[in-house]
């Protein structure tokens, strides 16, 4: 099982941008399909992005266009760049690890880091 831990969050004025990293041990990243997540309060768990194991890139179209995924094998982590973020994007962001392909549903997805908070502000 690959252990996942992120860093990055935190407060953000509207319009602003934040990189979230999410360091994976226990497991190359290589091999595994790693995707990012946002829960508000409230609200369910949402598919945000996912990076595959031959790099395939999927952005849910909410972000599109502001958000990008990426992955630094020799760091084995994975990175959220968030440009012209706004309130609606405030949520606690989750890193977590796949093996099966294209799928975007949190119930296919076996690990999970504690998230970090992203707060964007008006």
């Known amino acids: 099982q690959v252990q996942l831990v992120e860093s990055g969050g935190g407060l953000v004025q509207a319009g602003g941008s934040l990189r979230l990293s999410c360091a994976a041990s226990g497991r190359t990243i290589s091999s595994i399909v790693m995707a990012w997540f946002r829960q508000a309060p409230g609200k369910e768990r949402e598919f945000i992005a996912r990076i595959s194991w031959s790099d395939g890139k999927y952005i849910a179209d909410s972000v599109k266009g502001r958000f990008t995924i990426s992955r630094d094998y020799a760091k084995n982590s994975v990175y959220l760049q968030m440009n012209r973020l706004n309130p609606e994007d405030t949520a606690v962001y989750y890193c977590?690890?796949?093996?099966?392909?294209?799928?975007?549903?949190?119930?296919?997805?076996?690990?999970w880091g504690q998230g970090t908070q992203v707060t964007v502000s008006s």
């Open positions: 977590a690890a796949s093996q099966r392909p294209d799928s975007s549903f949190a119930a296919d997805f076996g690990s």
